[in-house]
T-cell receptor, first 111, second 112 residues
Framework: GENVEQHPSTLSVQEGDSAVIKCTYS??????FPWYKQELGKGPQLIID?????GEKKDQRIAVTLNKTAKHFSLHITETQPEDSAVYFC??????????FGKGTSLLVTP | NAGVTQTPKFRVLKTGQSMTLLCAQD?????MYWYRQDPGMGLRLIHY???????AKGEVPDGYNVSRLKKQNFLLGLESAAPSQTSVYFC???????????FGPGTRLLVL
């Protein structure tokens, strides 16, 4: 089955800096790649997703890039703020199959 | 519009006891999912449903059963709880399989 690896497991940045989280996947047929943010004590919430027909997608301070050849995708957060502190999960899936999640990255943004 | 709700929020069980976790969604979604979240393990799919009356196994189904008798409800059962089932359980729903999943607030389960 699909194997999604996520790095780093923890990330600490200063407010205003950028943060990058990377994921790799094993199944070349995967073509849907969402990112979820989980705040303490809450359920995960989708923040952005990308499908394999595009290489990059942006939404304000958040962007996701996809390299299908290398089978990796990344989340970029610019101008980080303390409220960006959370656990971030990447995931991958192909048609007819459920999402496979990475193990998560705990992001801490310090003022 | 409450989204996805889960009952109970927290529960303590003794080994061997049984319980049912209830998930309800008011978005008329076809797909519903049960995940467990353990430290360092991310979210692992237990069972899921692609519509009323259907269920399918996920990555870690052993020790759990599910039922989807009504479209809006997805029940997760533990027939004989084990300490290894201590975890936080999340329910989610989506309109289609590869669209946004909406998660509930979670149920924290402790099995002693």
């Amino acid at each position: 089955g699909e194997n999604v690896e996520q790095h780093p497991s923890t990330l600490s940045v200063q407010e205003g800096d950028s943060a990058v989280i990377k994921c790799t996947y094993s199944d070349s047929a995967s073509n849907y790649f969402p990112w979820y943010k989980q705040e303490l004590g809450k359920g995960p919430q989708l923040i952005i997703d990308i499908r394999s027909n595009v290489g990059e997608k942006k939404d304000q301070r958040i962007a996701v890039t996809l390299n299908k050849t290398a089978k990796h995708f990344s989340l970029h957060i610019t101008e980080t703020q303390p409220e960006d502190s959370a656990v971030y999960f990447c995931a991958a899936s192909k048609a007819g199959y459920a999402l496979n999640f990475g193990k998560g990255t705990s992001l801490l943004v310090t003022p | 519009n409450a989204g996805v709700t889960q009952t109970p929020k927290f529960r303590v069980l003794k080994t061997g006891q049984s319980m049912t976790l209830l998930c309800a969604q008011d978005m008329n979604h076809e797909y519903m999912y049960w995940y467990r979240q353990d430290p360092g393990m991310g979210l692992r799919l237990i069972h899921y449903s692609v519509g009323e009356g259907t269920t399918a196994k996920g990555e870690v189904p052993d020790g759990y059963n599910v039922s989807r008798l009504k479209k809006q409800n997805f029940l997760l059962g533990l027939e004989s709880a084990a300490p290894s089932q201590t975890s936080v359980y999340f329910c989610a729903s989506s309109r289609q399989q590869r669209e946004t999943q909406y998660f509930g607030p979670g149920t924290r389960l402790l099995v002693l």
